[in-house]
């Protein structure tokens, strides 16, 4: 709730124009029993001005209240897309300043869901406050009043009915929060079990199991036809339940009014059961409105709750302000030691090596021995643990962050690009490349004897997903992405897995010839994509095993060896 | 209107099923209503003899009179009535039903009547519910599994040509929205229907003047109400299109979010940010505002029309204009007055949900409109490959404009193997979907031992043609599950034997519960490369005659790599098979590699002889890949 306090009072006269206009309405709809109830005593008495007289009023009441509710539902909508807007957007800056450790804390699917379906609930939740929550009070409270008044001597008709309301409500919403709760589980594995049909429809089909997977489905949507026939059946209680309590009050008060007036008349006290029944009702209603809008709002909470975590994490990973720097291509690990924010051991341990300006440096090594964790230190992604690590000669922790990615570009093995065009994707590497500049990345990587196919070229669109490219095309790009701004350190983390060898090998090329200065870092499962390095790195469970050129390594390291036999042609078979 | 008939046959034919409970519904209905009506006449009863029974008490209070003389005299209560007729406090109707209510009896009767009337109706609302209950889940139920049994029929070509995301939404979202009409809309606005003309009966029994009066400004109100919900709809489609490319983009921006970060785009992401919030900031405003205005709206709209039906009956009884006009039938339209309104409000909110489910019983029939795959009638039943496998002159493409393959000759012969090789795009994939028949040739013809596949039973083609996919799938469920997927009832001798054959039952060993232990696609139990050899034990298992393999390499680490390749060793073992390979190490033992580039063929041969070619396209690709130095 604290987060909406800023909000509250940024936009403090929606929020007061929106009560006042919601306990006025409440106000009338209070009055109007009453009103009624008058108009029908003027009849009665043949007060032909009187009945003019209220019947004035009754449009007075009937357009205030119009009015008003419009003037509730306009500021009320007006606060929960503003705070949903403002909580959108600030979690999103949020969110944008993060490292890499805080987005693998909450993973980044769970940061979209917060952005958008928790949002929303925020959104519904100041809804409901300003449109509810004020009205709830003044029919509650005005109820009482105003039906106490018609008949004080059955108070305690109210209190009963309060304590009967409050035991259903209490007995019937744990029951629907846990059917509901089951309920979400189901419709996750039906959604589940269509979207792997959906992916494996081809095993499916060539393993003709169409039947097998209906029958399983079937058997699951039954099971969930079950819970919502349960869930029916709650409802078709409560309804009925709360009419029970309700009229029968009314009947039992009805009854009461007989018995005190028995020996006693009381002409008055007969007048008014009809508006302390109209009250009585009114009282209940606004209990279970209220009911309901508590449950509500409790969903609301929650996902304020879940907001809040985001917009309380800090970013530990902070860059000093410092001027910004050409930094070179050198490269030193000192003594380095990381792990993972998640993990229990160290990725890698007492790493030392250092790289010249302008090498070309291979990594291999097993799944799992630390290449990509090793390449993920030099951009400043993560922090080691213990050591130090240099970049042009400059401690990582003394350095500004736009010098930094300036002078680092890594290309990762999932190639991710952003809808838009291929030269806004383009263009991330370096804002205010010419189109000379996306020919020159382009063809270095590859990736201009298909762009240049399209008839737009280099507005050619990225969809939503680049579901328009295939896996090669997407790595192409982005290994052009990262070269375009021809950075110090160019770091291809496994990013040529898509390409066959005859487009790698050209890449290659295109590299040493083109961005010569370059440091150039490959991390690679092939040997052939290596090859050539003036040396490589050898990585073995974390640490370094060796680190040569290919033929010394053949000779001195089992690791390397071990890959290349696997890997070289197998003469006559 | 098309799609509104669609929609309305999509209903007939899943509630149609259910016409005996629906006709129940509709018989418990009307009682409920009628009840409903009814219930503040019993109500109203007993409140008047009370107000009778009071008179009556406030009469016996004065039944001794002063005489003018002095003296007392006491009356009895018949004389006391008789007086106040005479001074005229009490009309004589009154004076009749004041010597009845004398006694609390006639009270008690209609008191008892009332109470006796609100139970039987809340039975009746109870039943009613209960049957709803069943009805409504019960007929989603068999929307949903009739759109899942669809999807099991339909052609491999939907599902390539049509979004996951589009079609899973038909689960969702489509399905949900008809459950919550069904549940809050539908019925009730039949209920709410029911009672409106129950209102309208009624009125027009009690006086056709002032149920006139009192139904005048109804065309009014249905025109206010369908304007703000037709703003109301236009709004918030217009939101969803605008919420639907905000959350679009912090999707793709905050999954994409680690390149953001390695490119230093963050404040860039925030740039593009700030404009998409701005307008969904605009629209959520509309949306919310013009659906939450309908009810004070109508509220308003009800009250005018009470102070309209006081007004024409203050005026009448007034002027003894109008005959038949009295003083309680206007406490009467009064109550009908605020009563009729509320079905029509009731009705007008529910418009929304009613709108949503139809679109989505459209959507949904959409779908079931959609081709089945066809097998052919009588379809020839094949017994594995007896002599050969061939593509005949075949001409293909996903779609009729664009062709990809421009009349490919091949031939397996039993027992073979044939490799397919070439650059991403060639049309390798291509092939292996025109032999199970997941596409059709556009010409040409693929055949089994001369058989065109067309003229083959569809199942019994898919039991001879194994295929192991590149992106292999698994589906949650067992290990022993996804082994056996293909034939349910194999035993653990079977399952295990596949896996060990496909090189996997060490890992599946290895694991916290063996063959139970439960995989879905998501979960990471297993790499990429083991996804692999798991999909190759799957088809051991089913033992088909033709193989087909897209191997996926080019992911996995070369140990990994050197699994599959054994596992695939054992497979391929005296089965006819294509293989469509992209590390060229793996094939070298091939009958005959083909090489395709751009959709024909470019060169064919065993390993030696196209190695052999000088300048060969084959050669470069295989020196490329394995050559060093």
């Known amino acids: ?573 | 209107m098309k799609s509104f008939n669609k929609s309305v046959k999509f209903f007939a034919h899943y509630l149609g099923r259910y016409w005996f409970a629906l006709i129940v519904i509709l018989v418990l209905t009307i009682a409920q209503t009628y009840m409903q009506v009814h219930a503040p006449v019993y109500m109203g009863n007993a409140i008047n003899d009370l107000i009778y029974h009071n008179t009556a008490g406030e009469i016996t209070k004065h039944l001794t009179v002063t005489l003018p003389t002095g003296g007392t005299m006491k009356l009895t209560f018949a004389q006391a009535v008789e007086a106040a007729v005479q001074n005229n406090t009490l009309t004589k109707s009154i004076a009749k039903v004041v010597l009845d209510n004398q006694t609390l009896s006639t009270f008690y009767k209609d008191i008892l009547a009332f109470v006796g009337f609100l139970g039987a109706m809340m039975v009746i609302q109870f039943i009613n519910a209960i049957i709803q209950a069943i009805v409504a889940p019960k007929s989603v139920n068999n929307m949903r599994k009739g759109l899942f049994a669809k999807m099991q029929r339909m052609t491999v070509k939907y599902f390539d040509s049509h979004q996951d995301g589009d079609i899973l939404a038909r689960f969702t979202s489509d399905l949900d929205n008809i459950f919550n009409a069904m549940n809050q809309a539908i019925f009730q606005a039949f209920a709410q229907v029911v009672l409106i003309i129950g209102i309208i009966w009624q009125m027009f029994n009690e006086s056709s003047k002032m149920a006139w009066v009192t139904i005048a400004s109804t065309p009014v109100a249905i025109v206010i109400a369908v304007l703000i919900m037709r703003l109301s709809s236009k709004y918030i489609n217009a939101q969803q299109s605008e919420v639907g490319e905000l959350n679009g983009y912090i999707n793709e921006q905050i999954n994409g979010e680690k390149i953001l970060i390695t490119y230093g785009q963050q404040a860039k992401s925030v740039d593009g940010f700030e404009p998409l919030n701005k307008k969904v900031r605009q629209s959520t405003f509309k949306g919310q505002f013009w659906s939450s205005v309908l009810f004070p709206i109508m509220q308003g709209m009800s009250l005018v029309n009470t102070a309209i039906v006081i007004f024409y009956g203050a005026w009448a009884v007034l002027n003894n204009s109008v005959d038949g006009i009295t003083i309680g039938l206007i406490v009467t339209f009064m109550s009908f007055s605020i009563q009729y309104y509320q079905p029509i409000t009731q009705i007008t909110s529910t418009y929304n949900q009613m709108q949503l489910a139809f679109t989505g019983a459209a959507r949904i029939n959409e779908i079931h409109d959609q081709a089945d795959e066809v097998s052919p009638k009588d379809g020839k039943i094949i017994n594995g490959v007896e002599a050969s496998v061939e593509l005949k002159d075949v001409h293909f493409g996903y779609n009729e404009d664009k062709e990809i393959l421009h009349g490919i000759n091949a031939t397996v012969e039993k027992g073979h193997m044939v490799a397919l090789v070439g650059p991403t795009g060639s049309g390798k994939t291509t092939v292996m979907n025109l032999l199970n028949r997941f596409y059709d040739v556009n010409s040409g013809s693929v055949e089994f031992d001369g058989v065109d596949v067309r003229d083959i039973d569809l199942v019994n083609l898919r039991n001879n043609v194994g295929i192991v996919l590149q992106d292999s799938v698994l589906f949650s469920g067992t290990v022993r599950d996804n082994i056996a997927f293909g034939k349910p009832d194999a035993t653990d001798e079977e399952v295990i034997a596949a896996a060990k054959q496909a090189n996997i039952h060490e890992v599946i060993e290895n694991l916290p519960d063996r063959y139970d232990t439960k995989v879905s696609d998501e979960n990471s139990v297993f790499s990429t490369g083991q996804k692999q050899l798991l999909s190759i034990a799957r088809t051991i298992l089913t033992d088909p005659q033709l193989l087909i393999l897209d191997e996926a390499t080019s992911n996995v680490d070369t140990v990994t790599e050197a699994r599959i390749q054994k596992a695939m060793d054992n497979v391929l073992h005296g089965r006819t098979s294509f293989v469509i390979a992209h590390r060229l190490k793996t094939i070298l033992g091939a009958d005959k590699i083909i090489v395709l580039k751009d959709g024909e063929i470019i060169e064919q041969g065993t390993h030696a002889q196209l190695m052999k070619k000088k300048n060969g396209f084959y050669r470069e690709l295989y020196t490329n890949q394995t050559v060093f130095e």
Do not use: C
Not at chain 1, 345 to 369: D, M, Q, W, Y
Not at chain 1, 430 to 455: G, M, R, V
């Open chain 1, 1 to 573: 709730m604290s987060i909406l306090k800023p909000y509250i009072k940024k936009y403090w006269y929606l929020v007061v124009v929106a009560v006042i206009a919601v306990s006025f309405s409440a106000l009338a709809a209070l009055w109007q029993p009453q009103l009624l109830s008058k108009v029908i005593t003027a009849i009665n008495d043949k007060n032909m001005d009187k009945v003019t007289e209220y019947g004035w009023q009754l449009v007075a009441i009937a357009i205030g209240g119009l009015v008003l509710g419009v003037v509730n539902a306009f500021f009320a909508a007006r606060f929960s897309q503003n705070v949903a807007a403002d909580v959108r957007e600030n979690t999103y800056k949020k969110i944008q300043g993060f490292s890499f450790a805080n987005i693998e804390k909450f993973s980044a699917g769970n940061l979209v869901v917060r952005m958008t379906n928790d949002v929303q609930q925020v959104q519904n939740l100041s809804m409901l406050i300003l449109q509810n929550i004020f009205r709830i009070p003044v029919l509650l409270i005005g109820g009482i009043i105003l039906s106490v008044q018609a008949i004080h001597q059955l108070w305690w008709v109210i209190v009963v009915m309060f304590v009967l309301i409050l035991i259903i409500l209490g007995a019937i919403f744990p029951q629907m929060g846990k059917r509901f709760g089951m309920m979400q589980r189901f419709i996750d594995a039906i959604n589940t079990k269509a979207k792997e049909n959906l992916q494996g429809v081809r095993v499916v089909k060539s393993f003709n199991q169409q039947e097998n997977q209906e029958k399983s489905f079937n058997e699951t949507s039954d099971d969930m036809t079950k819970l919502n026939i349960g869930i029916g059946y709650l409802f078709a209680i409560v309804m009925p339940a709360f009419m029970f309590i309700g009229q029968g009050l009314v009947s039992l008060s009805i009854y009461l009014v007989a018995k005190i007036t028995e020996t006693d008349p009381d002409m008055k006290m007969v007048a008014n059961i009809t508006s302390f029944t109209q009250y009585l009702m009114q009282i209940m209603f606004a209990l279970i409105i209220g009911g309901v809008s508590i449950t509500f709002a409790s969903r609301g909470m929650v996902s304020l709750g879940r907001i809040k975590e985001v917009l309380d994490t800090e970013n530990d990973l902070v860059f000093k302000d410092v001027p910004e720097e050409n930094l070179d291509g050198s490269v030193e690990f000192n003594d380095v030691t990381f792990e993972y924010p998640t993990d229990e051991e160290p990725t890698l341990r007492n790493v030392t090596f250092s790289i010249k300006s302008g090498e070309t440096i291979g990594i291999v090594g097993a799944t799992g021995a630390g290449k990509s964790s090793l390449s993920q230190l030099i951009p400043r992604l993560f922090d080691p643990q213990s050591g130090s690590i240099k970049v042009g000669g400059v401690d990582l922790r003394d350095v500004n962050e736009s010098s930094l990615r300036k002078a680092v570009k890594l290309v990762s093995q999932k190639a991710t690009l952003f809808s838009g065009t291929i030269a806004e994707n383009l263009r991330q590497g370096k804002p205010d490349a010419t189109l000379e500049d996306l020919k020159w990345a382009a063809d270095i990587a590859q990736a201009s004897e298909f762009i240049e196919k399209y008839p737009d070229t280099y507005d050619h669109e990225v969809e939503e997903r680049s579901a328009n490219f295939s896996g090669g095309q997407k790595q192409r790009i982005s290994i052009a992405r990262g070269l375009i701004g021809r950075p110090s350190i160019l770091i291809l983390d496994d990013s040529t897995s898509a390409l066959d060898a005859r487009s790698e090998k050209l890449v290659q090329e295109g590299l040493a010839t083109q961005l010569k200065g370059t440091t150039v870092i490959t991390i690679a499962e092939k040997i052939s994509s290596v090859i050539n390095a003036n040396r490589i790195i050898v990585m073995e469970n974390g640490t370094i095993e060796s680190i040569g050129t290919h033929k010394q390594l053949l000779k001195k390291s089992k690791t390397y060896k071990e890959i290349y036999e696997t890997q070289k042609a197998q003469e006559d078979k």
